[in-house]
Nanobody, 125 residues
Framework: QVQLVESGGGLVQPGGSRRLSCAAS????????MGWYRQAPGKQRELVAT???????NYADSVKGRFTISRDNAKKTVYLQMNSLKPDDTAVYYC???????????????????WGQGTQVTVSS
């Protein structure tokens, strides 16, 4: 099995910064795209940022210029650096990844999409 474990959420003041981490573990052959999504109370889950295995990034307009997504392929970890945080950034943040699973023979298995459990980010004074 494959798991995505998130960390780094918490309370931060407006204008402050926070870094989220999401580490993938399990029977992994490789990881393709990874991303961050968020869901505020009473709202739909929305894309925050994505990053391909080659480092190509995509951001929601609402976070462009403030957030930075990055990844460490050796650690199988994706990060979200959040700067200049606003109260509207308050949400549960979810990690997502397209994972090629390792087969029982140690080679390439199937491609599957996984979600982390979510981590709460609250921006408030």
């Amino acid at each position: 099995q494959v798991q995505l474990v998130e960390s780094g959420g918490g309370l931060v003041q407006p204008g402050g910064s926070r870094r989220l981490s999401c580490a993938a573990s399990g029977s992994i052959f490789s990881i393709n795209a990874m991303g961050w999504y968020r869901q505020a109370p009473g709202k739909q889950r929305e894309l925050v940022a994505t990053i391909t295995s080659g480092g190509i990034t995509n951001y929601a307009d609402s976070v462009k210029g403030r957030f930075t997504i990055s990844r460490d392929n050796a650690k199988k970890t994706v990060y979200l650096q959040m700067n200049s945080l606003k109260p509207d950034d308050t949400a549960v943040y979810y990690c997502n990844a397209d994972v090629v699973r390792r087969s029982s023979y140690g080679g390439r298995g199937s491609l599957n999409n996984y979600w982390g459990q979510g981590t709460q980010v609250t921006v408030s004074s």
